[in-house]
């Protein structure tokens, strides 16, 4: 087990060096002309120049990725170019915004993608056929169109919810709930018809199994069938199909973000690769690989608990 | 009929109260409504679609500066017309042939630390300015007395002519200490708000309190001012819309819907002047551009009265000239020269041996409405068989590769300014930015310098001049007059002046 983990813990480091390492050197030798952004239309070339010193820009690739590499070790993330404001800083107020609208939504697409995907496979007939079209539907309208539709329903028409913004949980728990609510909603459409259609069809292939059978067979009730047996069998593809919903998300928070002028780790990303602030854009892909290699995990961790076989492996 | 399974009731219970609970929170955040004590009111939110860069005065943005505008003082700050007006400085002169700017520091002032605005520390502002930031250019070589603690003279090493007010206006005055250590996590100055730091966040939203001590409070009315930063346009209408804000600028496509709305109004800006830039004049790089013939007929496929309804849906206006009207440079009842004739273009292409046409590399960015342009631009200059290949430019390289030269030719939005000859020094002398190919002249550059040292009247009729010889030598296409559209909560904001002399956005001190 503790062999297993060290491997897994290397194979993850691996990962992280590969994917930050090719970020920065996309954003290698653009020295001049961040400094030039930096300082405006009128910068002198001595000004671009000291400025390219200034902020280590003149250095080879690997220096410049060993210095940030070493600054991550000590857990300095250094500063932006353009603000001086250190990254830690601006992730530290920005993760938790981002975070909670994956995470929430997260939860909610996976007891509503079970709910709707095991009703649907249990009961099939019209359900299920509702069921499937909602999954295309959802799959084929882009987020950030629902969320404009939303929010001129909710927010403009009915002004039930806020258009825009962030009131943080301790300023305010109801504010909070309000402020999240249509950037959760919006996500949470396109979420649960992926899942769900996972769901559903993780369920009916269990239920088509000999031991279903079998257990019907021997007058165990439907329901302690499904929720003892057919839903812990259906689970790893399930689990699957969440955690890759998680990145999805993740992507996703980019766009909803700007619609509802969240101040969230995706608009920061967005904003910092235009205008290649790299130390805000390692930052966010430092905590985006973080985020995935952790919820591989889990997800790992939670298919093994629910399944033995996956044990022995 | 089956009852919903018990595992799967509590869930959804959940769900329904969670969102049940939200229902009684309708647009949270919204701008307090306004509430007069004695002329004050209680806040003034507004939106601006870019963030800016951090603390450091000497990096601020003109466009959209509230932030600068709301922590720090200036020496002294321009007028529309990019005239001096008083600020930190109650008094000030222009002499020393306009190399000198003169000023008398209210008495009296303080810091939001505590610690008096005096010539030392104004003078540290200016010797900050001239080595470090965009503008270091402006203050190269600049010598700086101070007599007293309220008394300083700024002299440059040449005379400055109508530009010395827009280079004496600029520095942000904040104490020497904290630009010697170049400490810029939170802004220290003097001006008319302090930023509230623990209900600001960096790059999303920021908060000030009124300084109740500036010198001139009464003209700041908003007890409390926030900015929000919403780079979406879509988010910020609907946050216009809901109330949480109560300004911000849209982009056209938007102002139909915004102007529909109850109790919303668009300012329209024409602070920017539609045009192709024609700045390879020896045709060093195209040749075909040194050749003035070829220049006017560019001029002349373009049907600029067409654009401005179509493109622009009617919010612009056809022009030959780039200074805006009222300025010093702008000429009365100049006929455009230019008028739309294809048959003719083409024929002045001819006589200049171009009927074949070339190839032109034309930049383009985001956010300058290439999209709506472009394809016009490029469809006319097909029929001079002018092959126009589109270059994005993207990035932290894209100000760079813009203005580096590479491209000659460029089609910009670019702005009138207030101060015709502010824009003459940026557009058409070789030390200006947007003199792309830097290339000198011996008419322009003769009487700029005769500018530099004339008296006002002088320098007006010189800059006439300038503009004629511009339009003659067909320097630039201009199309129309067009600018920015800025719209507002009328039921709780009035805007009854416009102080920004590059007329893009309301200046703080113009919301009322």
Same mark, same amino acid.
């Not at chain 2, 016009?376 to 993207?394: E, F, G, H």
């Not at chain 2, 070789?430 to 008419?443: C, E, I, S, T, V």
């Given at each position: 087990?503790?062999?297993?983990?060290?491997?897994?813990?290397?194979?993850?480091?691996?990962?992280?060096?590969?994917?930050?390492? $090719?970020?920065?050197?996309?954003?290698?030798?653009?020295?001049?002309?961040?400094?030039?952004?930096?300082? *405006?239309?009128?910068?002198?070339?001595?000004?671009?120049?000291?400025?390219?010193?200034?902020?280590?820009?003149?250095?080879?690739?690997?220096?410049?990725?060993?210095?940030?590499?070493?600054?991550?070790?000590?857990?300095?993330?250094?500063?932006?170019?353009?603000?001086?404001?250190?990254?830690?800083?601006?992730?530290?107020?920005?993760?938790?915004?981002?975070?909670?609208?994956?995470?929430?939504?997260?939860?909610?697409?996976?007891?509503?993608?079970?709910?709707? *995907?095991?009703?649907?496979?249990?009961?099939?007939?019209?359900?299920?056929?509702?069921?499937?079209?909602?999954?295309?539907?959802?799959?084929?309208?882009?987020?950030?169109?629902?969320?404009?539709?939303?929010?001129?329903?909710?927010?403009?028409?009915?002004?039930?919810?806020?258009?825009? *913004?962030?009131?943080?949980?301790?300023?305010?728990?109801? *504010?909070?709930?309000?402020?999240?609510?249509?950037?959760?909603?919006?996500?949470?459409?396109? $979420?649960? /018809?992926?899942?769900?259609?996972?769901?559903?069809?993780?369920?009916?292939?269990?239920?088509?199994?000999?031991?279903?059978?079998?257990?019907?067979?021997?007058?165990?009730?439907?329901?302690?069938?499904?929720?003892?047996?057919?839903?812990?069998?259906? /689970?790893?593809?399930?689990?699957?199909?969440?955690?890759?919903?998680?990145?999805?998300?993740?992507?996703?928070?980019?766009?909803?973000?700007?619609?509802? /002028?969240?101040?969230?780790?995706?608009?920061?990303?967005?904003?910092? /690769?235009?205008?290649?602030?790299?130390?805000?854009?390692?930052?966010?892909?430092?905590?985006?690989?973080?985020?995935?290699?952790?919820?591989?995990?889990?997800?790992?961790?939670?298919?093994?608990?629910?399944?033995?076989?996956?044990?022995?492996? | 009929?089956?009852?919903?399974?018990?595992?799967?009731?509590?869930?959804?219970?959940?769900?329904?109260?969670?969102?049940?609970?939200?229902? =009684?929170?309708?647009? +949270?955040?919204?701008?307090?409504?306004?509430?007069?004590?004695?002329?004050?009111?209680?806040?003034?939110?507004?939106?601006?679609?870019?963030?800016?860069?951090?603390?450091?005065?000497?990096?601020?943005?003109?466009?959209?500066?509230? +932030?600068?505008?709301?922590?720090?003082?200036?020496?002294?700050?321009?007028?529309?017309?990019?005239?001096?007006?008083?600020?930190?400085?109650?008094?000030?002169?222009?002499?020393?042939?306009?190399?000198?700017?003169?000023?008398?520091?209210?008495?009296?002032?303080?810091?939001?630390?505590?610690? %008096?605005?005096?010539?030392?520390?104004?003078?540290?502002?200016?010797?900050?300015?001239?080595?470090?930031?965009?503008?270091?250019?402006?203050?190269?070589?600049?010598?700086?007395?101070?007599?007293?603690?309220?008394?300083?003279?700024?002299?440059? #090493?040449?005379?400055?002519?109508?530009?010395?007010?827009?280079?004496?206006?600029?520095?942000?005055?904040? #104490?020497?200490?904290?630009?010697?250590?170049?400490?810029?996590?939170?802004?220290?100055?003097?001006?008319? &708000?302090?930023?509230?730091?623990?209900?600001?966040?960096?790059?999303?939203?920021?908060?000030?309190?009124?300084?109740?001590?500036?010198?001139?409070?009464?003209? &700041?009315?908003?007890?409390?001012?926030?900015?929000?930063?919403?780079?979406?346009?879509?988010?910020?209408?609907?946050?216009?819309?809901?109330? @949480?804000?109560?300004?911000?600028?849209?982009?056209?496509? =938007?102002?139909?819907?915004?102007?529909?709305?109850?109790?919303?109004?668009?300012?329209?800006?024409?602070?920017?002047?539609?045009?192709?830039?024609?700045?390879?004049?020896?045709?060093? =790089?195209?040749?075909?551009?040194?050749?003035?013939?070829?220049?006017?007929?560019?001029?002349?496929?373009?049907?600029?009265?067409?654009?401005?309804?179509?493109?622009?849906?009617?919010?612009?206006?056809?022009?030959?000239?780039?200074?805006?009207?009222?300025?010093?440079? &702008?000429?009365?009842?100049?006929?455009?020269?230019?008028?739309?004739?294809?048959?003719?273009?083409?024929?002045?292409?001819?006589?200049?041996?171009?009927?074949?046409?070339?190839?032109?590399?034309?930049?383009?960015?985001?956010? @300058?409405?290439?999209?709506?342009?472009? #394809?016009?631009?490029?469809?006319?200059?097909?029929?001079?068989?002018?092959?126009?290949?589109?270059?994005?430019?993207?990035? +932290?390289?894209?100000?760079?590769?813009?203005? =580096?030269?590479?491209?000659?030719?460029?089609?910009?939005?670019?702005?009138?300014?207030?101060?015709?000859?502010?824009?003459?020094?940026?557009?058409?002398?070789?030390?200006?930015?947007?003199?792309?190919?830097?290339? %000198?002249?011996?008419?322009?550059?003769?009487?700029?310098?005769?500018?530099?040292?004339?008296?006002?009247?002088?320098?007006?009729?010189?800059?006439?001049?300038?503009?004629?010889?511009?339009?003659?030598?067909?320097?630039?296409?201009?199309?129309? &007059?067009?600018?920015?559209?800025?719209?507002?909560?009328?039921?709780?904001?009035?805007?009854?002046?416009?102080?920004?002399?590059?007329?893009?956005?309301?200046?703080?001190?113009?919301?009322?």
């Amino acid at each position: 087990m503790a062999f297993s983990l060290a491997k897994r813990l290397v194979r993850s480091l691996a990962v992280f060096i590969v994917v930050t390492f $090719a970020v920065f050197s996309l954003m290698y030798g653009n020295g001049t002309g961040i400094a030039h952004a930096v300082l *405006g239309l009128n910068a002198t070339p001595e000004g671009i120049q000291a400025e390219v010193v200034k902020l280590g820009l003149d250095q080879p690739l690997l220096v410049q990725y060993w210095q940030w590499l070493s600054g991550v070790a000590h857990g300095d993330l250094g500063n932006s170019f353009y603000t001086s404001e250190s990254v830690s800083s601006a992730l530290s107020n920005r993760v938790p915004v981002t975070l909670a609208l994956v995470f929430l939504t997260l939860l909610l697409t996976a007891v509503l993608s079970v709910i709707l *995907g095991v009703t649907a496979a249990v009961r099939g007939g019209w359900m299920d056929r509702v069921l499937q079209f909602i999954s295309v539907l959802g799959t084929a309208v882009p987020a950030f169109i629902i969320a404009i539709a939303l929010v001129f329903a909710f927010a403009i028409h009915w002004r039930v919810f806020p258009a825009t *913004g962030y009131v943080s949980p301790n300023v305010s728990p109801s *504010g909070w709930l309000a402020s999240i609510s249509l950037p959760v909603l919006a996500l949470l459409i396109g $979420a649960v /018809a992926g899942a769900a259609a996972q769901f559903r069809t993780a369920v009916l292939d269990q239920l088509g199994r000999d031991y279903v059978r079998t257990l019907r067979a021997r007058g165990i009730p439907e329901r302690e069938i499904i929720f003892r047996n057919v839903l812990r069998n259906a /689970a790893p593809p399930g689990l699957t199909a969440l955690s890759l919903t998680v990145f999805g998300l993740l992507g996703g928070a980019v766009f909803i973000e700007q619609v509802f /002028a969240l101040p969230g780790m995706g608009q920061m990303a967005n904003m910092a /690769a235009q205008i290649s602030d790299v130390p805000l854009v390692m930052g966010t892909v430092l905590v985006v690989v973080v985020i995935v290699l952790v919820v591989n995990f889990a997800g790992d961790l939670a298919i093994t608990f629910l399944n033995p076989k996956a044990r022995t492996r | 009929m089956r009852r919903i399974p018990k595992a799967f009731a509590v869930p959804v219970t959940g769900l329904v109260l969670v969102l049940a609970g939200c229902t =009684s929170q309708t647009a +949270a955040g919204s701008s307090p409504a306004a509430s007069s004590s004695g002329g004050e009111k209680q806040q003034l939110t507004l939106a601006q679609t870019v963030d800016f860069y951090g603390w450091d005065p000497s990096n601020q943005p003109g466009f959209q500066g509230w +932030a600068a505008e709301a922590v720090w003082d200036q020496l002294c700050k321009t007028d529309a017309n990019g005239k001096a007006q008083p600020d930190l400085a109650d008094k000030f002169e222009v002499t020393n042939g306009n190399k000198t700017f003169k000023a008398h520091i209210r008495e009296g002032q303080k810091f939001s630390d505590g610690t %008096p605005v005096d010539s030392a520390a104004v003078k540290a502002d200016f010797d900050y300015a001239s080595k470090n930031g965009g503008g270091q250019a402006d203050y190269k070589g600049i010598k700086i007395e101070t007599p007293d603690a309220n008394n300083i003279s700024i002299t440059w #090493p040449e005379a400055q002519g109508p530009v010395i007010d827009n280079k004496a206006c600029n520095p942000k005055i904040m #104490p020497a200490s904290y630009l010697a250590a170049k400490k810029f996590d939170k802004p220290v100055g003097s001006g008319p &708000y302090v930023l509230d730091t623990a209900a600001s966040t960096t790059g999303s939203v920021y908060t000030f309190t009124k300084n109740e001590n500036h010198w001139n409070a009464k003209n &700041y009315p908003y007890k409390k001012l926030v900015i929000k930063v919403i780079t979406s346009d879509t988010a910020a209408v609907s946050a216009l819309k809901t109330g @949480q804000i109560d300004a911000v600028l849209v982009a056209q496509p =938007s102002v139909a819907q915004v102007e529909a709305s109850p109790n919303t109004k668009v300012v329209k800006f024409q602070g920017q002047t539609t045009r192709l830039l024609l700045t390879d004049h020896l045709g060093k =790089s195209i040749p075909a551009i040194g050749n003035l013939k070829v220049r006017q007929a560019i001029n002349m496929v373009f049907d600029k009265a067409a654009m401005a309804k179509s493109l622009y849906q009617g919010n612009a206006e056809p022009t030959g000239q780039v200074f805006r009207k009222g300025t010093d440079a &702008y000429i009365d009842g100049l006929q455009d020269p230019y008028p739309f004739d294809v048959a003719k273009a083409k024929s002045l292409m001819a006589e200049a041996g171009y009927s074949n046409g070339f190839t032109l590399n034309l930049p383009t960015m985001t956010g @300058q409405n290439f999209e709506t342009l472009m #394809p016009y631009v490029t469809q006319q200059l097909a029929q001079l068989n002018i092959k126009v290949k589109q270059v994005p430019l993207t990035g +932290a390289n894209a100000i760079g590769d813009l203005l =580096s030269g590479k491209y000659p030719v460029v089609l910009w939005q670019l702005g009138n300014l207030g101060n015709s000859a502010l824009q003459i020094y940026i557009e058409s002398t070789p030390a200006g930015w947007w003199d792309l190919m830097h290339q %000198p002249d011996q008419y322009v550059d003769s009487r700029w310098k005769q500018i530099t040292t004339a008296d006002p009247q002088t320098a007006a009729k010189l800059q006439k001049e300038i503009n004629q010889y511009q339009v003659d030598q067909a320097w630039f296409a201009p199309m129309v &007059y067009m600018g920015t559209n800025y719209a507002y909560n009328s039921s709780k904001v009035s805007i009854p002046t416009e102080s920004d002399q590059e007329a893009l956005t309301p200046k703080l001190r113009d919301f009322k």
